[in-house]
């Protein structure tokens, strides 16, 4: 067989894929079902949930808190918790997103299996809740919502639509394998917020007025209909976690630093938003007031706004929410926790673990401080590395692991 043929027969079941996930989709948008029967489940227990609770008895926390397994789940990204509390949705930068339910709910998950294992994702990174109980996913360039996921997890067929449909979400000539691990949040105004990470260290000259026009480098709002797209945030790199104050509504996210200016500058970033259209600095500061090099010679936006918070430089700050439970000490309440995924390039790793920020009575930032640590052993290994935060409804923290491929559950008291 030639090797134009091999090309045709490869491009031929590529398209015919395409074709599929097209189709199964439009059946699940009109309730009909797509003929998928079996779903991937997961098998927990055994020695590998063993070898993760040896891991976890070496992490740190403050006084009275205690840190258990919940859930095997694998390349474990960004939760989301239903608003019944009656499964957690968790992305990961393949092809899966997980369900995961404790049925009998002694805080251990009894099972986790793939949603909509009939849908073909891409990088689907990002779940999100509505209030009203509509899931709605990020993809690498897609946005889909999922109206009554709680009910219709169940089954391999879910009620399913395109909010932003593929290749709309970015140009499709900016599609990439770095910074696509998009994130969303419904805001107090009832619109979807996405981050949309660029693919460059730092990008090209070239391309800042195309990335100002969709979006890219910033933080994107649109209508739950996918109707009425703004770009609310610009000047951010690659923000992966973001969550609104709900005393009064601001927009906080982290924000990961530029790469090459050493293993101590700049700083990674949490970042607070008061208002629509505000910039925060990127290309031209590549964390805190650390100038980058490609642009060190130009005038920065006169408008920039700093971060609330410096935080370790290339400790890779990623998911983060606002706790509004009960069950930890009032030190806690109404802060932010969020997940430092650890360095990848610094000379002496730093992170992996769990960071709590305080936030005062005026929403401004207070002190920011190690909550759980442990997964960077005294070699420089990673034992595990967090990715997000997300809180049950019974006041408990999860945290999701990509490394372990795994969902640890923080409690106080119990």
Request: proline content about 6%.
């Amino acid at each position: 067989m030639s090797k134009k043929t091999v090309l045709l027969a490869a491009l031929m079941a590529s398209a015919a894929t395409v074709v599929h996930a097209q189709t199964n989709l439009e059946k699940l948008s009109g309730f009909k079902k797509t003929g998928t029967t079996d779903f991937t489940i997961i098998e927990q227990g055994g020695s590998k949930a063993e070898a993760i609770k040896a891991t976890l008895a070496k992490i740190k926390l403050p006084e009275g808190f205690k840190i258990d397994f919940y859930a095997i789940v694998p390349d474990a990204r960004h939760m989301a918790v239903g608003p019944q509390g009656i499964v957690t949705f968790v992305g990961t930068r393949k092809t899966k997103i997980w369900a995961v339910t404790d049925r009998d709910k002694d805080r251990i998950a009894d099972e986790v299996k793939d949603f909509a294992p009939s849908i073909d994702f891409m990088v689907p990174n990002g779940p999100c809740f509505s209030p009203e109980g509509v899931l709605y996913l990020a993809e690498q360039n897609r946005v889909l919502s999922f109206p009554a996921a709680e009910f219709f997890y169940e089954g391999p067929d879910v009620a399913a639509f395109n909010v932003v449909k593929q290749g709309e979400l970015i140009p499709v000539d900016e599609e990439s394998y770095n910074h696509t691990a998009r994130v969303c949040r419904v805001g107090p105004d009832g619109k979807l917020y996405i981050s949309l990470g660029q693919p460059f260290n730092v990008p090209a000259p070239e391309k800042l007025d195309l990335y100002k026009q969709h979006g890219i480098s910033g933080i994107i709002r649109v209508g739950q209909d996918g109707t009425g797209r703004e770009v609310f945030t610009t000047g951010v790199r690659n923000s992966v976690g973001h969550d609104f104050n709900p005393k009064n509504g601001d927009l906080w996210f982290t924000d990961n630093q530029v790469d090459g200016l050493g293993d101590d500058q700049p700083p990674g970033e949490l970042n607070r938003q008061t208002a629509a259209g505000q910039n925060f600095g990127f290309p031209w500061y590549g964390g805190g007031t650390v100038r980058t090099t490609e642009y060190k010679d130009q005038e920065p936006p006169a408008d920039t706004v700093p971060p609330a918070v410096e935080m370790a430089p290339h400790a890779a700050d990623l998911g983060m929410t606002f706790y509004s439970g009960t069950q930890f000490p009032e030190k806690y309440r109404g802060g932010i926790f969020s997940a430092q995924h650890g360095s990848w390039n610094r000379t002496t790793p730093i992170g992996a673990r769990v960071m709590f920020t305080a936030v005062n009575e005026d929403g401004s930032a207070g002190e920011s401080e190690v909550f759980a640590e442990g997964w960077l052993d005294g070699n420089g290994e990673y034992l595990g590395r967090p990715v997000d935060i997300a809180q049950l409804r019974d006041g408990s923290i999860l945290v999701s692991d990509d490394l372990v491929g795994a969902v640890y559950r923080i409690s106080y008291g119990d």
